[in-house]
């Protein structure tokens, strides 16, 4: 796999090359930089001439609080640029359909792992790079991510273009009830306790406590779908701190307070570059779910055992094709 990747790298020119390392870039100070350059713009413009700006922007901003719960504002424009195919082809990425997706039902996918920053995750069903309309036509990739970034200002928005959504009730309630049929719901399902776990080589998930999205699947009759993205803990190399050292109790307070966790990690090179290795995002079978407005215990843990069941066959009905060997298990904890 390592020889086929340096192989593609060889044939690409130099502005190939170039295009696809400031377009991954781009991606990573997004997501690292972007939410605090916002805020600390607009603390700015208020103590300058221009403080109207901001101060017309915030009040327009508490009017239109609940639109990110309410189906957002996805723009193909932004879905389809061209720079989301040089993050693709960087790496490269791929999606992977093992099945058909009834565009008259609601899905809930299930995504793992999440890895430092869920680049397979965010490149599959966030834009159109991978292709997701053209394999599931009539379905809609509906990514759900931290609510508090459609709190910050400016970012909101571009997270919003994007075609993200808030991971909140009221958000889930109105993608799979109040948006009509054919949404499929991404949910990175370990979250942040995940992504600190996230080691090259290594497969293990977060989601033996994790029953929320399979209540609120049977409370609007969603079809569950597992979803694995191979390679995606490899391309970075993460510094995991030992239990009960200071590092970890910090890290463990951070994701407490601020519901995310802050990963020491490194790249290839320029430190946050990350490696070139190939991630498939492979999307199962759905699990067929009833309607139950208000499930019992009993009946999300059927659900969720079969869920995990099904996460498990599709790791290792895939493994092999994606570049892992017959030894690698996958570890849900």
Not at 207 to 223: I, P, T, Y
């Amino acid at each position: 796999m390592t020889g086929k990747v340096e192989g593609m790298k060889q044939k690409k020119t130099k502005l190939k090359d170039f295009l696809e390392n400031i377009s991954v870039l781009q991606w990573i100070l997004t997501f690292l930089l972007l939410g605090l350059a916002c805020i600390g713009l607009m603390v700015y413009l208020m103590f300058t001439s221009l403080w109207p700006l901001p101060t017309l922007y915030f009040i327009w901003q508490l009017k239109d609080w609940h639109t990110p719960e309410r189906g957002g504002r996805r723009t193909a424009f932004v879905r389809n640029w061209k720079m989301w195919k040089h993050v693709r082809d960087y790496f490269p990425m791929k999606l992977v359909k093992t099945a058909e997706l009834n565009p008259n039902k609601n899905y809930i996918l299930g995504c793992h792992p999440h890895g430092v920053m869920s680049m397979g995750a965010f490149t599959s069903f966030s834009t159109e790079a991978c292709g997701f309309m053209d394999l599931f036509p009539g379905v809609r990739s509906c990514l759900c991510i931290l609510s508090g970034i459609f709190k910050v200002p400016l970012y909101r928005e571009y997270a919003m273009a994007t075609g993200c959504y808030p991971v909140s009730k009221p958000s889930l309630e109105h993608l799979l009830s109040k948006s009509g049929k054919g949404n499929a719901v991404v949910i990175v399902i370990g979250g942040a306790a995940e992504s600190l776990l996230s080691l090259p080589g290594v497969n293990t998930v977060y989601m033996k406590q994790r029953k929320g999205f399979v209540r609120v699947a049977l409370e609007f009759g969603a079809d569950l779908v597992p979803v694995y993205s191979y390679g995606e803990n490899n391309i970075f190399r993460q510094v995991i701190f030992t239990e009960d050292s200071l590092g970890w109790r910090l890290q463990q307070l951070f994701k407490k307070l601020m519901g995310f966790a802050p990963c020491l990690f490194v790249g290839e090179c320029w430190f946050w570059m990350p490696y070139h290795c190939p991630v498939t995002t492979v999307v199962g079978s759905p699990i067929p779910v009833p309607k139950r407005p208000s499930p019992t215990q009993e009946e999300v843990d059927h659900y969720h055992g079969l869920y995990m069941e099904a996460l498990a066959k599709l790791f290792h009905g895939h493994k092999a094709s994606c570049g892992l060997s017959d030894s690698h298990e996958l570890r849900i904890i």
